[in-house]
Structures are given as C-alpha cells and as structure tokens.
C-alpha cells in the first residue's frame, strides 16, 4: 500500500490535515459552547456573550470554508490519484510477459483495473487521512474529558480493548465474504463482455438464453454473498451501537448526578454529553470504515496478483541492417510442465532471405513456434538466434522484436478511424505511405469512400467484412520497418482471387533481404514459398 500510494501523497496528506483541523475546530465549539452556557449562568464573570457568540461564528465559518477546501481537494485530486494508479497498472500489463497475463480473463483484469483501483485509490486517498482524524478526536476528547472528569473518561475509554477484540473475529469473516464478492463480481462482468463481443454467434447457435442464465445464475449467486454480508455487518453493527447507547446512558446519568451535587455547571455539563459523543464517534466511524478497509486489502490483493506478473526484459533495441535468418537449435516448450510438450528437441534454420511456409494440422505447434520467434514465449529449453551473414548472432528477446513485421490471424483491428489504424504500424507515416501498403494489401478499396482514410470503423473493424479487415491489418503491418515478414494464416479470409493478387503485390514488394515466414494451410500461399517447413 505504501508503494502504490507514489503520487497519491499529496491529497492524503492535505485530507489528512483538513480532518485533523476539523477535529480542532470541533473541540474549539465545545470550549465555546461551554464558556457561552457559563456565561449566560452567571459562572465565569471574564467575557461578556457577545464575545462568546463571535467565537461560536469564528468557528462556524471556518468549519464552512474547511468543508468546501475539502471538497475542493477531493474534486481535483481524487481523479488524478485514480487515474495515476490505472496508468502505473496499465503499463505494467502493457509490458509484462504475455505468458503471465493470458491465462487470466480479460474481463476479470478490466474489474481490476476498474473496481479495485478505485477501492485501493479511495482508501489512500480518503480513509487512512479519515482514520487520522478519528484517532486524533479520540485522543484530543479524552484528553479533554479526563481534564474534567478522570473517572468517568475511563470508565468510557473501557470500550476500547472490547471493540478491537471484537473487531479481530469481524475482519477475519468480512474478509472472505468480500473476496468471494469480488470474484462473483468478475465472474459477472466475464460473462457480460465474452456475451455482448459474441452475440452474432450465440444468436447464430440460439443460445441466447443460455448466457442470459448463466449471468442470472451469477448475480444470484452475488446476491447471496452480498446478503450474508450484510446480515453479519448489520448485526455487528447493531450490538455495538447497543454499547454505545449504554455508554451515553452512563455519562448521561454521571453528569446529571453531578449537577444535582453541584459539583459541575450546566456548561460542563453539556460538555460531558458532547465530549461523550466524541469519544465515541471514533467507534462508530471506526465500524464505517472497517468495511472500507477490508474491502480495500481485498482489492489491494488483486492488484498485487497483477503486479506479480514479470515484465520482459528491458534494453536498447538489437536491430539488423542486413538479411536476418532465425536459428531454432533443440527447442523444447511447453504451455504446461506436466502437459505434454508443443516443440520438443527442435531445430530448424530459416535462412537469410529466404520464405518458409510452415505447415501441419491443428495443435502441431505453428502459432507456438511464432510467439516463440517474436519472444511471447521463452523456451524450456534449446536457443532461438537471431543471425545475418556477417556472423553477428543474438538470442531471441523482446529486443530483436523491432526485425519483425508480423500480421496475426483474425480481425485485429481497433475502433477508431482506418488512418489511426495504419499509424499504429508506424505513427510517422504519410498519406502516400499509407497509400501504397493499401494498395500492395489489396485494400485500396478503403480509397474510394467517401472518407478515405479518415473512415471509421467499430470494435474489431465493424462496418468491414472479415477479408477487408484482414487486408487493413496487412498494409498496418508493411508500414512497419523490418527484415523478417511473420504472416499467421493472414490471408483465410480471402477469395482465391484476392488471395492471389495480394501474395503476388507482396512477392514484388519483399526485398531479396527480406525473410518470410508464412503459417498457412492455403496451397496458393505455399506457392510463392522457397522452402516448407511441416510440423507434425
């Protein structure tokens, strides 16, 4: 929590300092109450009332103006605080290894992101400067009422070992129960975001209905865990207010006793009962933010989940000037290490300048063997090698990415315009750069609307077909500078027609120092290809 709370200080600091000097502003109105009541009764002769009542105004302002410096703070730096903590997060995940966070749900990361960065901002931000406050108004009112009366404040100040003793079984229940009502909680916000990004399938497959049952069967399910919290906190909360009502009631009674002795004045009096009201007001706060807490250490732990995904290796990019060949010497890998492996004692050279199509069935390791050569993956065991013809050799590393130009199956597009699409392959391109890889992709048909480049398309390219989708991610990737060509199935989605003209556009287009790697079970690809590679 103290290293998350980097750039969040600032307002926890300056909410700290306004809930402290609200607490003084409080005891200065019970002091100037008391002093006006003693006044008006003929005990304290020194001031006249009106004095008395300019000091209650003093405070009353100030409390004012402090109320709206607060708030103040809260508007303009509450937001930066969470948006600082999601951006530190972000670009840890942005740059950790992919091996790490694939295995989580997307929808479950983006709760976190959310929901857990808010939890874990507001509890620097607001409730450890709060819980400052209240241990400094009970201290201060302690202080206070033990300056009238000893007895009586530690007759009230007895409370204290019986809540923190409580409040230890209470923490260890709402612990568990918040936990399980986060993972409901991702659980729900999976369901909802896997179901709307593939309603076209689930109305193709009528199961419609089947996923709006399961999202039932999760809210229920969250109801339930919500219930049983509310239950225990709500009864919690009840028996500890029945302590604080017994404990007013004994003060209240002290101090009427008191008065009918004549040992005390109506202004102490009355500063019993609100001295009372401020020893236990930390209590009663304390059973508020308990929850809060909690829910935060919760939250704190799901971030840390996150952050203890690794982050590939950092350092100056490794690039070739010169042909590049990629040298796979006894290469083993495995997703799982009691699973079987994908690659095992592989080798093979793809040479300097040469194009490979690499073949065979489903699961026999074509996509593994990519994610390896782009360092997604690290093998168990062998070497991946970077060479040119010169002899220079690097391992494979996050480092040599910047040689490749890789083009994944599907549709990988962005929402946005087709221009912040392309620019994303390289943010310094011109419009005739972006021009001419339209037209080697065969998607020069993005030219003739009426927009052109300034196009928009939605999520996942909606408004294009699956093969014009498919053409825009193949000029995205030719934007980029690189001397090896990595195409993972890019061209299933086209027509032979298509498919033709645009492996023909790239064959004139790829450089003699150029090495291709083409993943593909279309035989036109194989075609254009100097060497295959078939993987059983």
């Excluded at 002769?45 to 402090?66: H, P």
């Excluded at 419009?431 to 339209?438: A, K, P």
Aim: charged share 20%; hydrophobic share 40%; proline share 3%.
């Amino acid at each position: 929590m103290w290293q998350t709370s980097r750039g969040l200080r600032l307002q926890s600091a300056l909410n700290a300092l306004t809930s402290i000097v609200a607490v003084g502003l409080d005891f200065a109105f019970i002091a100037a109450t008391k002093l006006a009541i003693d006044i008006a009764t003929g005990r304290y002769q020194g001031l006249t009332l009106r004095w008395a009542a300019c000091f209650l105004v003093a405070i009353m302002v100030c409390r004012l103006l402090l109320s709206f410096g607060s708030r103040w703070i809260a508007a303009i730096l509450g937001v930066r605080s969470q948006n600082l903590m999601q951006l530190r997060l972000f670009r840890h995940i942005m740059q950790c290894e992919w091996k790490g966070l694939e295995q989580r749900h997307s929808g479950d990361v983006l709760n976190r992101l959310e929901r857990d960065v808010k939890d874990v901002t507001d509890v620097i931000t607001d409730t450890v400067p709060s819980v400052l406050g209240v241990l400094v108004r009970f201290c201060g009112a302690f202080v206070f009422l033990y300056s009238m009366d000893p007895i009586l404040a530690c007759v009230l100040i007895f409370i204290a070992p019986i809540f923190f003793g409580l409040s230890k079984i209470y923490i260890r229940r709402m612990r568990r129960i918040t936990r399980e009502i986060r993972s409901t909680d991702s659980q729900i916000q999976s369901i909802l975001q896997e179901s709307i990004q593939h309603r076209v399938v689930l109305k193709t497959l009528e199961q419609c209905d089947t996923m709006v049952n399961h999202l039932d069967e999760a809210q229920q399910t969250l109801r339930e865990r919500i219930k049983e919290r509310t239950l225990f906190s709500s009864t919690s909360a009840m028996l500890l207010t029945a302590g604080f009502s017994l404990g007013y009631l004994v003060a209240f009674l002290w101090g009427a006793s008191r008065l009918q002795q004549g040992t005390i004045t109506y202004g102490t009096m009355l500063a019993f009962i609100q001295l009372v009201g401020q020893i236990q007001g930390p209590f009663r706060e304390m059973t508020r933010y308990i929850p809060i807490v909690i829910n935060s250490l919760t939250a704190s732990e799901r971030l840390m989940e996150l952050q203890e995904t690794p982050l590939e290796t950092v350092g100056d990019p490794v690039r070739f000037s010169q042909s590049v060949g990629i040298r796979l010497c006894n290469v083993s890998f495995a997703y799982d290490t009691s699973g079987s492996p994908i690659l095992s004692d592989f080798s093979y050279d793809f040479l300097p300048g040469s194009t490979t199509a690499v073949l065979g069935e489903t699961g026999a390791g074509k996509t593994t063997l990519i994610r390896l050569v782009l360092a997604l993956l690290k093998p168990d065991k062998g070497s991946i090698q970077f060479y040119d013809e010169t002899g220079r050799s690097v391992l494979a590393s996050p480092q040599t990415r910047c040689n490749l130009v890789y083009v994944p199956q599907g549709n990988t597009l962005f929402s946005g315009t087709i221009r912040d699409n392309l620019l994303l392959g390289n943010p310094e391109a011109s419009d005739e750069d972006m021009r001419q890889v339209l037209k080697t992709a065969c998607a020069d048909f993005v030219l003739d609307r009426p927009e052109g480049l300034d196009t928009p398309c939605g999520e996942l390219g909606a408004g294009l077909s699956e093969g014009q989708a498919q053409r825009i991610a193949i000029a995205r990737a030719l934007l980029r500078k690189g001397n090896i060509l990595l195409l993972d199935e890019a061209t299933s989605a086209l027509d032979s027609d298509t498919e033709r003209q645009l492996l023909q556009n790239l064959h004139n287009r790829v450089s003699a120092r150029q090495t291709v790697i083409c993943v593909t079970h279309r035989p036109a690809v194989v075609e254009y290809c100097t060497q295959e590679l078939k993987l059983n």
